[in-house]
């Protein structure tokens, strides 16, 4: 069994969400309290491991007096505050955004976004067949994995898990300014030619697709890739003492990519190059 | 922190200019192997590392600048050079340099061209020209620029050639050993003729020297050498230790004479005085104006001849508590655009118990059509820099950073200048005016991004990150530069400080409204007779500003605030141009902008061009700004030929799209980068 670190203990914040006196503790987000009430509040740049960095604003709701709608990622609760999640004012935003996303990036391979898509009845189309998208190539540079910047929505989450948030790499950071805005490498160069350890921990934290590992993205392009006949596995990496977790996703009997939990209270769901990409001799079987 | 170099190395130029700036390498690691010596013993077992080195990521900027100041572009070999100093991470490192619009990372010619192409300017066509008169081996690159803060003298451009003059490349070695390049007297020292180069300085721009006699612009142009341009770049920790890039400025600017700046910047003919741009220069009664055009603004001596540094005296008589009680009195409110009580601001910052606060001055005027803060700081410099020992002195702080464009090197001239007499003089340093307070300015020099404007950009800007607004809360007065809290202010904001201290609080409360106390200005340009600076009360009218500037007979509309306000029709020129007025109004007085456009201005292409500029400055951050201000854009471009029906459908997206960039994006520039196409759409009825 686990141990779950229970800290010191919290003192609970009350306010109004959706109208429900609701009580949190201190220092909890809108969203936390907005999960804790059963409530779905779709977000796309937010990650359980990562201080949330508030740039896609598809999690934005209402909160009494304010004159903008608030990040429910990062805004936390203070006492008396009164929140709504579903206004009109917050269901257009949401709308509208999506629309913004999906008519500029790939979101074929983005979970979820299909269904918040029709429930925010969002039209990406209505743009029209001229609207500027990202239309770039993926990058294959290296044998581990992709970076396909079509389906990059900018979340800042590979950049904060290769810095100092979780990795201490820093090989890559957000370039240029605007719709040209772009993650990189120094130089925009080859990741081969860049401080990148291939640890993967960007894959990890991706919420498009954008960053895979190339044995899915080669599944992907054949057409072979197939969520439905997966297998999750979690096990022990046996490289070094750390005993970091790996989950095995097996399709076909071949493990296809590796995962680690996130609520690994010592790993957080890093791994290193060997706990995720080094699994080739398992399938070596000559 | 375990980082990764590349195998390119620096020119020799490129680390000179570096070194300048950071001071010599402390170690061998500090350079790329086998650039200097081999890493010796004492190398092996050490290393500057961790906390000590990264603490100088604030000077990132300042090197980037001083690498395309030298060379013209950041190349992989400087800015990694750059980066291994500073401990910077190149990826960051890059990431920086490609956010700012003046620097560059592919090679460029030395000689770069910008042209206005905002508002007032409207300069596209004069681009176009100037590109055909120089041809393409003249090894000059004309760029489109945003508002270059001339309106008044449009159409503007500034010519910038990188590269130290080649005057200056003999007979003496280019670089001297400089000792002091970082110290705090460096400017100081340069200037007084202690370092060896400075008797060259003399032949250019003897001005600077503190010895020199006070160079009075305004009573004979070209006289005294230092207030001619084209200027030289000071020395100081900004630039590298002399001269190293030369630049021209152009208003108006012809096709002839700027494709001549652009071979020869040195023999570009001068600018005129700050004085030029205020038609009331000289008028009695004026609070804010009052100076310019009667004081060198080379002269700290004048400057006190005219009433300088009586507001100072007065805040040290009565103490840093009851300075914070005056400006709270005085309902004075931010200039900057967001109106907030300066008062209410200082006394937050000031009861903080985490040290040291800072203060900081937003000279980062971009606003297209704002030029207020550039007349200030060109024409009366010193009153800048006494209103900021004030705000510091209320606030707790001892170093204020003044951050200022990147497009106004006049200004940076008259600042450094004027930061430099000010510290021989003892008004500002350790103890300044023998009160036992320290202060201390630093001028940081923008680079080209509209968004460094917004307050937290501002200070990641500084900090040498992206320039990018933070989420709010925390608030500045919490945590601001380098997580401390800070007073941030505008310059308009500041030198209203001193008349508030030396009129008292109730006689400057007594000017204006009740609600919008004491004087403002405004920047009118366009089609008027009279563009300009004016000082008015708060509560005087619309139509009272426009009839002094000499409003045009066939007025179509009033952009007020600029490209963040909103349009006004000639029907309403009685909205009183207070802060409450004009909110009633449906509109936003912003930075104090009035572009008057008449009926031969194609409002469509108007807005085109607004949302052009807003797609051009968003930071990317967020998606409602990164992705809405280019739909907005690509709507606009729809409609441009059409109006009624064949328009209603675009508008309706337009209203979607704007709505949300109003309600969710992060910071005021996704906000606001509807509002002047909404207010065209609904208050001018563009596209009926």
Redesign the interface.
Known sequence: MTAVPLGIPRRLVEFTLDGQDTRVPEGSTLLDACRAAGKDVPTLCEGDTLTPK?????C?VEVEGAR??A?AC?RRAEPGMTVLTDTE?TR??RK??LE??A??VDMSTTPKVAGWLKEYDAKPD???P???RLNEEPRVDNDLYVRDYDKC??C?KCVDAC?DQWQ??????????????RI??????PLT???CVYCGNCIEVCPTGALSFKSEFDMRAAGTWDEERQTQTTTVCAYCGVGCNLTLHVQDNDIVKVTSPHDNPVTHGNLCIKGRFGYQHVQNRD | ????F?DSKPTDEEREAVDAVLGPPESAWEVPPGMIADRGDADLRWARGGRAARERRDELLPGLHALNDRVGWVS?GG??YLCRRLMV???????VA??Y?MFS?RPRPATVVRVCTDLACGGAALCGEVEARLGPASGVAVERSPCLGLCERAPAALVVRAGVPAALLSPTPPLPENPLARGPGVTADLLDGSSSNAGRAETLSSGRDLSAPPAFEERGLGRSPSAAEPQMSQPGRDGVGDKTYVTATLAPAAPDTLAQAALAPETAPSEPPAAMAVPQAGEEGLLLLSRIGKVDPTSLDDYRAHGGYTALRTAFAIGPAAVIREVTDSGLLGRGGAAFPTGRKWQATASQPDHPHYLVCNADESEPGTFKDRVIMEGDPYSLIESMTIAGYATGAHLGYLYLRGEYPRALQRLEHAVAQARARGFLGDDVLGQGYAFDIEIRRGAG?YICGEETALFNSIEGY?GEPR?KPPFPVEKGLFGKPTAENNVETLVNILPILTMGAPAYAAIGTAKSTGPKLFCVSGSVERPGIYELPFGATLGELLTLAGMPDNLRAVLLGGAAGGFVRPDELDIPLTFEGTREAGATLGSGVVLALDDTVPLPRVLLRIAEFF??????????C??????QE?ALH?IVERTGADAAADIG?LR??G??M?????CGLG?TAWNAVESAIDRLGAYK
Do not use: K, W
């Open positions: 508030n740039t896609c604003r598809v934005v903008t709608l990040p990062s004012r257009h935003s509208v955004v913004l996303l008519s500029s209505r743009f029209g001229d609207a500027a929505i900018l800042y810095g201490n790499t820093f090989a890559i950071s957000v370039v240029g300014r605007g719709f040209d805005a990189a490498v120094e130089h925009d160069g030619d860049s401080a | 922190m375990d980082l990764h590349g992989e800015l990694d991470p190149p990826a960051e490192g890059y990431g490609t956010f619009s990372v991004a992206r989420s797609r051009d400055e968003s930071c990317g951050q967020c998606v409602p990164r992705v809405g201000t280019v739909r690509e729809r997206l979607e799209v709505r949300t109003r309600d969710a994006s992060i906000q």
